[in-house]
């Protein structure tokens, strides 16, 4: 089986010198990579620039990215060929990036302006990011397994299905994993994943949502 992974966070410039991110780590990502490698499958993992990353093997390629463009571009470049049997899509992808700097009533286009001080009065418009897992069987064939993440805080079981929903909705993904920060400490990792049927299976950690992942995609 050869699956695409990816994990980390965008990292969205302001200025050349600073950008907006997200604490994400990668490591689940890793710790996926290295789960699936070990029983066989081709896996490429996408990672973010400062994420943890798992270690390149004849089964494991990693590639880098640094913010959503060129995250988009490396989906649908990796995608296109149709040689994927399924992708975990554990990246923490920028909603959001900034468009405009509007530094003292001056404006500059994001990421193009050099570093900004000395200003008073500094407003960052942003722009909205599409989502996408709602491209990947657009760019990976229909018949592309897709597992989406979804992380909430400090949400109900009721919220976190309905967020969950909205995904499926939207993406026609295959898994999606339920997580939520305010359960995530140290090892423990606990995860729901739902079916496109809205039956689920409840794991503690992320070696066993590996196991879980391998069994169902096979």
Not at 16 to 33: E, P
Not at 158 to 181: F, G, I, P, T, W
Request: proline letters at 2%.
């Amino acid at each position: 089986m050869k699956v695409l992974i990816t994990g980390g966070g965008c990292e969205e410039a302001v200025d050349t010198v600073r950008s907006l991110c997200n604490f994400s780590t990668g490591k689940t990502s890793t710790q996926l990579a290295e789960i699936f490698a070990a029983q066989g499958c081709q896996v490429t993992a996408l990672m973010g620039k400062r994420a943890v990353k798992p270690e390149e093997t004849d089964s494991v390629c990693v590639r880098e990215y640094v913010s959503f463009s060129d995250l988009h571009s490396a989906l649908k470049e990796e995608l296109a060929g149709g040689n994927y049997d399924a992708v975990i899509h554990a990246a923490a992808v920028a909603d959001y990036s900034p468009d405009v700097i509007e530094a003292d009533g001056k404006e500059y286009k994001a990421g193009q302006v050099p570093k900004i001080t000395g200003v008073e009065n500094l407003v960052i418009h942003l722009k909205k990011n599409p989502k996408l897992v709602d491209s990947l069987k657009i760019w990976g064939g229909k018949n592309l397994k897709v597992v989406a993440f979804k992380l909430t805080s400090q949400a109900t079981q009721s919220q976190r299905l309905e967020a969950v929903n909205k995904v499926r909705k939207s993406s026609d993904a295959d898994y999606v994993v339920s997580n939520d920060l305010s359960e995530i400490k140290g090892s423990a990792h606990p995860c729901r994943i739902y079916d496109s049927a809205e039956n689920y299976h409840d794991v503690q950690n992320v070696a066993e949502l590996g196991a879980y992942l391998l069994e169902v995609l096979k």
